[in-house]
């Protein structure tokens, strides 16, 4: 942008990290609504923090309750949304923070931005893999009868569409495990590819 410089030499990540004990990483968690994203989310915050590690959890509903409120549910005001939580995340991730997003965030071109503005090896996809007829089922929100009505626009597996991932970094199975066994499943990988000890 115009008269704006990027002002560098701060501490890095990498000083971070060595106060922390623990890799600066972004859990992206896609997946419908009604997955249990925000669900495991939580789960896994209680546990990284019992593990003494410095996580920040990103959640898509609060989210668009403050920094994404002027943002509509179109796709251009899904890219902005996600845009956003990029940018947000990196700076936690930037500081030595585990941060666990939990977004539907249903277009994988949209995932792939999110991935090239935190970088790739910083960003693990995890896919909160629940098929839809469960999310119908569950509908805690009362959100799938409402889509389902006509009653709610441009609702993701309804009537706007979601693209699963591809090749994520992790895939949780959420119909064949309960909620901590989700979250140790996450706490397995993150020991395994050196994130935390």
Known sequence: MKHIVWDGDYA???????????LGALLWFTGLSGSGKS?????????????GTYVVVLDGDNIRHGLNSDLDFSE???KENIR??????????????????????PYK????????????????????????EE???????????KAISGEILQFTGISDPY????NPELA??????????????????????????
Do not use: M, W
Request: charged letters at 25%; proline letters at 3%.
């Open 76 to 78: 251009s005001g899904r």
């Open 12 to 22: 890095d990540r990498a000083i971070f990290e060595d106060i922390l004990g623990q």
């Open 109 to 132: 071109s949209d995932r792939n931005s999110a991935r090239e503005i935190v970088g790739n090896g910083l960003f693990k996809e995890i896919f909160i893999n629940t098929p839809i």
């Open 172 to 197: 949780i199975q959420t119909i064949n495990l309960s909620i901590e066994e989700s979250a140790e499943q996450i706490v397995t990988f993150l020991k395994q590819n050196g994130t935390i000890q």
């Open 163 to 166: 693209e699963a991932p591809d």
């Open 84 to 105: 956003r939580i990029a940018e947000v995340a990196k700076l936690f991730v930037e500081h030595g923070a585990i941060v666990i997003t939990a977004f539907i965030s």
């Open 39 to 51: 669900t495991i989310a939580k789960a896994l915050q209680k546990k990284l923090i019992q593990c």
């Open 135 to 145: 999310c119908i089922k569950r509908d805690p929100k009362g959100l799938y009868k």
